[in-house]
């Protein structure tokens, strides 16, 4: 199994930055699928984007295309999700997650997620 610990979160203007990071430890990233998925208040979770466990291919969902960059360490067990442009609308609790799929955007094909990290976008 793998364990997932996210960080970066904070309050941000409208227009802002934030990277987020997810430390993995127990097996190593590198064997997961890795995506970041957010959910806001009365919200479903929903996608946000993955990146193949050879950096190969990397999935995003039509709202942060463009905006947001995930991308893997898998020599340190990391991967981070790059947020540029920040809306009010991407304000939510932001959560990694790792899959045994090779590739997967529904939240069903994940199995292993953290705790969450929340990013609030003033306007």
């Known amino acids: 199994q793998v364990q997932l610990v996210e960080s970066g979160g904070g309050l941000v203007q409208a227009g802002g930055s934030l990277r987020l990071s997810c430390a993995a430890s127990?097996?190593?990233?590198?064997?997961?699928?890795m995506g970041w998925f957010r959910q806001a208040p009365g919200k479903d979770r929903e996608f946000v984007a993955s990146i193949s466990r050879t950096f190969s291919r990397t999935d995003y969902a039509d709202s942060v295309k463009g905006r947001f960059t995930i991308s893997r360490d898998n020599d340190k067990n990391m991967v981070y999700l790059q947020m540029n442009s920040l809306k009010p609308e991407d304000a939510a609790v932001y959560y990694c997650?790792?899959?045994?799929?090779?590739?997967?955007?529904?939240?069903?094909?994940?199995?292993?997620w953290g705790q969450g990290t929340q990013v609030t976008v003033s306007s």
């Open positions: 127990g097996r190593t990233a590198s064997r997961y699928l």
């Open positions: 997650a790792a899959s045994d799929w090779v590739q997967a955007t529904a939240r069903s094909a994940y199995g292993y």
